[in-house]
C-alpha cells in the first residue's frame, strides 16, 4: 500500500484533465519499489522550488524509511520462513518462526551480519511491522500531497507547506519525522 499510494500521488499530479485513461498510471503500472520511490520523491522536491533545507531533509529522512521498508518487505517475501524443524526420531519440533535469507552481495558490518541472516519473527513482530508501516504510508501520502500541492480534504485555498506540518526531531538514522509543525494541530490529515 505504501508504493500504491506514492504511484497514486504522483499520477493524480500528472493526470491531465479529460484524459480518458491516467496516462500515467500506464507509465508507472510496472515500475518497482525502487523506481517509484525515488520518482515520488524527486517530484516532491522539484514541484517546489521553495523547498528550504528543513523540508528537503524531511524528504530525504521519510525516502530512508521508505528504502527500509521496502528492503523489509524484500526479507519477508523472498526469505525462508522455518515453522517447525525435524528433530530426533524424525519429531517435529515446534519453535519460533525464523526467517531466514541470504543475500550473497552483502558483506558483514557493524550492523549486518554478512550474506546470511537468521531472525525469530512472531506475529506480535510482523502485527507491530505493520502498524508502522501504516502510519509511514500516511506520514509519505501527507508529505507528497503537501509537496505537489493536490487538493486536501479541507477546502481551502491556500495550501500549507511541508515545514507547516511536519517537523524532523533528531539526526541520522534516529531521526524521526513527526506531524508537530506549527499548523499540524489545525490541519487534518490530507488522506
Known amino acids: 500500500m505504501l508504493i500504491a499510494f506514492m504511484r497514486g500521488t504522483m499520477c493524480e499530479r500528472l493526470m491531465k484533465p479529460g484524459d480518458g485513461i491516467n496516462m500515467a ?3 508507472l503500472g510496472e515500475a518497482n519499489a525502487y523506481q517509484i520511490t525515488n520518482s515520488f520523491f524527486a517530484m516532491c ?10 523540508e528537503a531533509k524531511i524528504a530525504r529522512r521519510l525516502r530512508a524509511l521508505v528504502i ?8 519477508i517475501a523472498h526469505g525462508d520462513w522455518w515453522i517447525q524443524e525435524r528433530g530426533e526420531h524424525d519429531v517435529l519440533a515446534i519453535r519460533p518462526p525464523t526467517l ?7 558483506s558483514p558490518g557493524p550492523e549486518r551480519p554478512g550474506p546470511r541472516s537468521v531472525e525469530q519473527v512472531t506475529s506480535s513482530d510482523l502485527d507491530a511491522e505493520a502498524a508502522a508501516l501504516d502510519a509511514l504510508r500516511g506520514d509519505v501520502t501527507e508529505f507528497g500531497r503537501l509537496a505537489l500541492q493536490l487538493p486536501a480534504v479541507q477546502r481551502v485555498t491556500i495550501h500549507p507547506r511541508v515545514r507547516d506540518i511536519f517537523v524532523l526531531k533528531g539526526s541520522g538514522k534516529q531521526a524521526r519525522v513527526v506531524r508537530e509543525g506549527p499548523k499540524a494541530e489545525k490541519w487534518r490529515r490530507l488522506h
Open 25 to 27: 498510471e500506464l507509465a
Open 68 to 75: 527500509d521498508a521496502i528492503g523489509r518487505r524484500n526479507d
Open 100 to 106: 531466514i535469507r541470504v543475500k550473497p552481495a552483502r
Open 45 to 54: 522536491e522539484s514541484a517546489q522550488p521553495w523547498f528550504d533545507e528543513d
